[in-house]
């Protein structure tokens, strides 16, 4: 049996100088970074890579930053330069030729992109949330927010609470002063995520705090509510459908939060289920599904499904494909089970041989690109809003996604004619054509 070990996320080390200014770059720099999957170094010896955010604002705090380069490079040897003296690359590169790179100050995405490039994050899509792909692009105006770390569950074929321990919630205070920031920086959606969205605060006994002169509690319908008075998308990722979540489903109407859920389900039969540990294993969940969908005509829900877990039979492989059937979920992603090291799912009887596993694979996929295909089709001659993330300068069109379309692992709108558009903008598209996951269509 193969089994799959798990990479060490790489560790940054930050020496950050000059003012309050560039503190919050640094650590506006660093929150992308753990999102990103890396881990912080207290001291050198331990550090990938050493990112020195430096200062140019007077003579002596030039000084003090190719000081601080200086010892960067003797104590570590990897160095990334961001901040002020951005400005006076080649005089560093002069001075220190072993510099891996160069950026300027406010710049995130490019010293973020140097730090990808000289130590890579290493995604796996065992413990990681944010999609590989978004980890390698995410533009400035689409950012996730992590309001959580750790799960209070036990699944039996995840590792991550052994690895990050119980729910630790971030105060809701904190996480909307970080959402505000990155809102001022450009972010037009915000992708909340942690490994169990809807048990936010829990850990914090639902307490309240001070926001702009009001109390919003730590629970996850406060705050999806304050997040989308912001004014950005709000997307809900890792919603785990506990009774609660019934209650986000107005903000959805009231247009404060998208009519877009992302819940792992991972199956539907009882039995599996089960024997997965799985959280929220809720008999009535179909129900509520139409219940929802009766409340938001346009909720698009999204699913991950894992195939093959050990025992699971062709009868509860069946049950799954009518319970898609009728659940009509808009995307669907699945996993063909594999046993990661440590997780108790290893060692379990009954494990399911590849083949098997792979033609389940298949028979789920078909099945969801049909149910896809129906529901876009059902879109056409519809305008719908779209946030535009790529602009193609060669052949004039754009690449967008609806309100029903996260990044990377949903579809896309394109856009046959790009005009004067640019990413982040939000348009009305009226579309004009689909296929099984992608949408067709113009600005109007
Ligand atoms: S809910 Fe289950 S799968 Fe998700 S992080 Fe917790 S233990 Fe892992």
Not at 34 to 44: C, H, I, V
Not at 117 to 140: C, I, N, Q, Y
Request: include cysteine; glycine fraction near 8%; proline fraction near 6%.
């Amino acid at each position: 049996m193969n089994t799959v070990t798990l990479p060490k996320p790489p560790r940054v080390g930050l020496v950050s100088l000059g003012c309050p200014k560039n503190l919050v770059d640094s650590e506006r720099i660093m929150t992308k970074l753990r999102s990103d999957g890396y881990e912080m170094s207290p001291d050198y010896a331990g550090a990938d890579v050493v990112l020195v955010n430096t200062c140019g604002f007077l003579d002596s705090a030039k000084a003090e930053s190719l000081e601080a380069i200086g010892e960067a490079i003797a104590e570590n040897g990897r160095v990334v330069v961001t901040g002020c003296m951005g400005k006076e690359a080649d005089a560093i590169r002069e001075r220190f030729p072993d510099v891996l790179a160069i950026t300027g100050a406010h710049q995130y995405e490019e010293v973020v992109a140097a730090v990808h490039d000289v130590a890579p994050p290493g995604v796996s899509p065992f413990l990681d949330l944010v999609p590989e792909a978004g980890l390698k692009l995410t533009p400035r105006h689409y950012s996730y927010l992590k309001i959580s770390e750790g799960c209070n569950h036990r699944c039996a074929f995840c590792i991550i609470p052994h690895l990050r321990g119980d729910l630790v919630s971030r105060r809701p205070d904190a996480v909307l002063r970080e959402a505000e920031k990155l809102i001022a920086a450009g972010t037009r959606e915000l992708l909340v995520i942690s490994q169990d969205t809807s048990a936010y605060g829990l850990d914090l006994k639902h307490a309240g705090w001070n926001w702009h002169g009001r109390e919003v509690r730590a629970h996850m319908t406060d705050l999806a509510r304050e997040l989308g008075k912001l004014g950005a998308w709000v997307r809900l990722h890792y919603v785990y459908p506990y009774p609660h979540v019934d209650s986000v489903i107005p903000l959805m109407a009231e247009g404060l939060v998208l009519p877009y859920l992302d819940i792992p389900f991972q199956h539907a039969s009882p039995k599996v289920l089960r024997a997965m540990k799985r959280p929220a294993n809720d008999a009535k969940v179909l129900q509520r599904i139409r219940q929802w969908r009766g409340q938001v005509s346009d909720l698009a829900i999204r699913s991950s499904f894992v195939v093959g877990f050990p025992g699971e039979t062709e009868e509860d492989f069946d049950y799954l494909l009518n319970w898609l059937e009728e659940a009509q979920l808009d995307r669907v992603g699945c996993f063909r089970f594999e046993p990661v090291e440590g997780a108790p799912a290893m060692s379990m009887a009954d494990q399911v041989p590849d083949e098997v596993k792979a033609e389940r694979f298949d028979r789920v996929m078909a099945l969801s690109a049909r149910i896809s295909a129906d529901k876009l089709a059902a879109k056409v001659g519809r305008t719908i809003d779209v946030l535009i993330d790529v602009v193609d300068e060669e052949t004039g069109g754009a690449t967008g996604r609806s309100k029903a379309d996260a990044p990377e692992i949903d579809g896309e709108v394109h856009l046959r004619d790009a005009g004067e558009l640019k990413p982040g903008d939000i348009v009305p598209v009226l579309v004009e054509d689909s296929d099984a996951h992608d949408l067709y269509g113009v600005a109007v």
